[in-house]
């Protein structure tokens, strides 16, 4: 048992008591003393800093973004002045159930669930705290009358003056020039988007994602003084940097051609075009069909969410030149010729008999409609699009690899390094690719390459996956004597003086071989194919002016109807520019793509003409 003090005198007691009260006092004080040493010496300068930051608020003015000009000047994306819905949040009614309330009716109105309106004020507060939250931008003047009108239902509502991208010519070009939208959780990680916040425009495609540093600007600042209920002060404006404007972006991209190119393919069908400088790399027109509006992208209804992304059929906004995936039948000709020429299995004057098909292990390949072209040599091989020539070529050399290394090295089945985004996938089939996709068990049918898939390649045909944008590098290597250039839309960026700042520099990718005189040999049967007698689009091509190199293709693709295609190098026989078409469902090369090309063709030179009798230089 422990001791009682009792036997202390009474005044002993008392003292320790008071010893003990005052020990603790000495602590509470010392504790108090380092309290208040910690908040005015050590972090004063930060608590300082927030007090003066309750006094004011930071509002950020938007910068407009840059125009993008075509190639001659003209516009084909600026900006116009629209109207967003803010919303200051200190003026919510303090009322839950009152403050759901408005919140949904907001929504409503705006075409916003509740929820998405609660994570937009979310997002906004976490950015600045206390400052007004963009809700939606771009609302109409409907919108806004009536919630002005009915301000004593939407308190804390305003309506600010922003820009929005503005298209003048609707869907033109409109998978070239690309979208803008608000900036992704993820994408505020980024480098290049260091310094963005929720809520900030970026580009989200085509020209307007490849060259955004450019046209996105710097946002002005405005600091201003409040009060406690956070209203601004009079005369309490601190700071004002106005934004600086984006500069502006040049493309390569002809106005007229892209026109003539977009109305061409139009009346034929969803398809793909591109027309583009075989030496620079310069893409005077680039085009899909269907297309889209981007202005729908700006802020999209439900049913345009539902027209733009979930019809995979008609699919407007896959930019069908560079990310479809199509055999190409006989435009592929020229690549299995170069291949044969360049590894010694046929001269250009070598003549072979075309009987109008071949059998090889039981199974017959014939040429369109079994017709028998009797001797051939490469250029009328080409003219006539004798099949037959091409398939014993495609034999030849199925135990070898010569034919992918060819395809392969002029641009078949690899990135075309064009600087905008939308690349798609696409095969150059191969006995390595096809033990390979046996062996992941893709195949349909599990047997090794044989020399039909060769023959079948030879012709364009088979397992073949590629687009008009690889086919235009292929046609223009053989164009320029072997030279693989890089494609690209971005030419020039001007300042709001309307000064070149910064030059876009292409150099070309690669260079291959290709003898001279077997390129001149190609070119020959091309240009028989356009334009001479029994041509395959002598036809469409026959009485224009301009002497081209071109050739038609038809393929056979699985679940739909042939694929159309036509490929063109002009002016013959020195050509600077290569033209690709293919219409999905379009029967024969001459009957759709053919005419898309001619419509392309016809624009860039009689613009040219009408340049030089002006006193203009041609392209």
């Given at each position: 048992m422990f001791a009682r003090n009792d036997h202390m005198p009474q005044g002993s007691r008392l003292s320790l008591r008071v010893a003990v009260v005052g020990g603790v006092g000495v602590v509470l004080f010392a504790i108090l003393f380092f309290r208040l040493w910690n908040l005015q010496v050590l972090s004063g300068d930060k608590y300082l800093a927030e007090a003066k930051n309750n006094r004011t608020r930071e509002i950020?003015?938007?910068?407009?973004?840059?125009?993008?000009?075509?190639?001659?000047g003209e516009v084909l994306v600026d900006n116009r002045t629209s109207l967003a819905l803010q919303l200051n949040t200190a003026k919510l009614p303090e009322d839950l159930a009152e403050e759901r309330a408005e919140l949904a009716r907001l929504g409503q109105l705006s075409h916003m669930s509740?929820?998405?309106?609660?994570?937009?004020?979310?997002?906004?507060?976490?950015?600045?705290?206390?400052?007004?939250?963009?809700?939606?931008?771009?609302?109409?003047?409907?919108?806004?009358a009536y919630v002005e009108e009915n301000q004593d239902e939407f308190p804390g509502v305003a309506v600010q003056r922003v820009f929005v991208r503005h298209y003048p010519d609707g869907t033109r070009a409109a998978h070239v020039l690309g979208s803008v939208g608000e900036i992704e959780e993820d994408e505020l990680k980024e480098p290049q988007y260091k310094g963005l916040e929720p809520g900030d425009e970026i580009g989200q495609a085509g020209a307007e994602y490849a060259y955004d540093k450019f046209l996105r600007g710097q946002p002005g600042l405005t600091r201003i003084q409040v009060n406690a209920l956070g209203e601004p002060t009079p005369g309490g404006q601190l700071v004002s940097t106005p934004p600086t404007p984006g500069d502006s972006l040049k493309l390569t991209i002809d106005g007229d051609v892209q026109t003539?190119?977009?109305?061409?393919?139009?009346?034929?069908?969803?398809?793909?075009?591109?027309?583009?400088?075989?030496?620079?790399?310069?893409?005077?027109?680039l085009g899909s069909y269907p297309t889209f509006d981007p202005t729908q992208l700006i802020e999209p209804t439900q049913t345009e969410v539902d027209e733009l992304y979930r019809d995979e059929e008609l699919a407007p906004l896959v930019n069908r030149a560079t990310e479809g995936a199509y055999p190409t039948g006989s435009i592929f000709k020229i690549i299995t010729a170069l291949a044969a020429l360049e590894k010694g299995f046929i001269t250009p004057d070598e003549v072979v008999q075309d009987n109008g098909k071949i059998e090889v292990g039981g199974e017959p390949?014939?040429?369109?409609?079994?017709?028998?072209?009797?001797?051939?040599e490469l250029r009328r091989a080409l003219q006539v699009s004798s099949d037959v020539y091409f398939y014993l070529l495609g034999l030849e050399m199925w135990e070898t690899n010569d034919l992918q290394e060819e395809a392969h090295e002029l641009g078949i089945g690899r990135p075309a390094g064009l600087d905008l985004p939308e690349e798609g996938e696409t095969l150059l089939p191969s006995k390595a690719w096809r033990e390979q996709y046996v062996k992941e068990g893709l195949a349909l049918e599990d047997r090794p390459w044989s020399a039909g898939d060769n023959i079948q390649l030879a012709t364009g045909q088979g397992d073949l996956q590629t687009n008009p944008l690889q086919m235009a590098l292929a046609y223009a290597a053989l164009g320029n004597g072997g030279k693989i250039p890089t494609p690209h839309v971005g030419l020039e960026v001007e300042d709001a003086a309307g000064r070149v700042v910064k030059e876009f520099a292409f150099k070309p990718q690669r260079k291959i071989h290709i003898d001279p005189?077997?390129?001149?040999?190609?070119?020959?049967?091309?240009?028989?194919?356009?334009?001479?007698?029994?041509?395959?689009?002598?036809?469409?091509?026959?009485?224009?002016?301009?002497?081209?190199?071109?050739?038609?293709?038809?393929?056979?693709?699985?679940?739909?109807?042939?694929?159309?295609?036509?490929?063109?190098?002009?002016?013959?026989?020195?050509?600077?520019?290569?033209?690709?078409?293919?219409?999905?469902?379009?029967?024969?090369?001459?009957?759709?793509?053919?005419?898309?090309?001619?419509?392309?063709?016809?624009?860039i030179y009689d613009k040219q003409a009408a340049e030089v009798s002006s006193g203009g230089g041609a392209e």
């Open positions: 950020k003015e938007i910068a407009p973004r840059g125009d993008i000009l075509d190639r001659n509740l929820r998405k309106v609660r994570r937009t004020i979310a997002e906004g507060e976490e950015v600045a705290a206390g400052a007004p939250v963009t809700l939606r931008r771009d609302v109409g003047f409907d919108l806004v003539a190119g977009e109305a061409g393919l139009a009346e034929k069908g969803r398809g793909g075009f591109i027309s583009m400088n075989i030496d620079t790399g310069e893409i005077l027109a390949f014939e040429n369109a409609g079994g017709v028998a072209h009797g001797p051939v005189g077997y390129r001149t040999a190609i070119l020959e049967g091309l240009h028989a194919a356009a334009q001479e007698g029994e041509g395959t689009a002598a036809g469409v091509f026959g009485g224009f002016p301009i002497d081209i190199a071109g050739k038609t293709g038809t393929a056979e693709r699985q679940g739909h109807g042939d694929q159309s295609w036509f490929a063109a190098l002009s002016p013959y026989p020195n050509p600077r520019i290569v033209t690709v078409a293919t219409v999905e469902e379009g029967g024969f090369g001459a009957d759709s793509a053919a005419p898309v090309v001619l419509d392309i063709l016809e624009a």
